[in-house]
């Protein structure tokens, strides 16, 4: 199975820098995705981590830590619009790359 | 930009009865996936579908779902006696490969009440 763990809430101030962190248990690993989600939208995909290492992405970053079996997203210079949901989700190996969702992380950005 | 589109946005229906959920995937892309999401709670992978047969499914996608691609163009999901814990917002992807690096793009979601 999988665990994919990731604080529920957190706040931040526009202009900032927000670091969301993930934790996962998986019996294998085929890449670490992150999604955002705005209330009562779909997902759209931020990132996606294979190889440790950070990936940077205009103002978003996600790094990956195998070893560790740990993620963040980076986010820069926070926007108001940048108040969402943002989902760690991981693959299984064995082929497949389909996400396994965690909970999320929602963000809120105040002025 | 093309777009995953879904239809209707929102349905309800009875107990005991069976809906179909449409989606438009993205033109060129060849792996078709459904999610649905439950009111406050996660993501959840219910099936994928490539070369017109399924390619993963999970638990959750039982005898009582079906897909279908009936033409070039659309992408079904069918619920043949909807339950009470049917009730979630289902969302349509797609994507041109299987890979992580080939992004999945979501469709809005279709809001599913069964009353």
């Known amino acids: 199975g999988q665990n994919i763990d990731q604080p529920t809430e957190m706040t931040a101030t526009e202009g900032a820098i927000v670091q969301i962190n993930c934790t996962y248990q998986?019996?294998?690993?085929?890449?670490l995705f992150w999604y955002q989600q705005h209330a009562g939208e779909a997902p759209t995909f931020l990132s996606y981590?294979?190889?440790?290492g950070l990936e940077e992405k205009g103002r978003f970053s996600s790094f990956l830590s195998r070893s560790k079996g740990y993620s963040y997203l980076l986010l820069k210079e926070l926007q108001m619009k940048d108040s969402a949901s943002y989902l760690c989700?991981?693959?299984?190996?064995?082929?497949?790359?389909?996400?396994?969702f965690g909970r999320g992380t929602s963000l809120i950005v105040h002025p | 930009e093309p777009e995953v589109t879904q239809t209707p946005s929102h349905q309800v229906t009875q107990m005991g009865q069976e809906v179909i959920l449409r989606c438009v995937p993205i033109?060129?892309?060849?792996?078709f996936y459904w999610y649905r999401q439950i009111l406050g709670q996660k993501v959840e992978f219910l099936v994928s579908?490539?070369?017109?047969?399924?390619?993963?499914k999970s638990e959750i996608f039982d005898d009582q779902f079906s897909v279908e691609r009936p033409d070039g163009s659309n992408f079904t999901l069918k619920i043949r006696s909807t339950k009470l814990e049917d009730s979630a917002m289902y969302f349509c992807?797609?994507?041109?490969?299987?890979?992580?690096?080939?992004?999945?793009?979501f469709g809005p979601g279709t809001r599913l009440t069964v009353t």
């Open positions: 992807a797609s994507s041109e490969a299987s890979s992580g690096y080939y992004e999945q793009y």
């Open positions: 998986t019996s294998g690993f085929n890449g």
């Open positions: 981590n294979v190889l440790d």
């Open positions: 989700a991981v693959s299984a190996s064995g082929g497949s790359y389909i996400p396994t």
């Open positions: 033109s060129n892309h060849l792996y």
């Open positions: 579908f490539y070369n017109n047969e399924i390619s993963e």
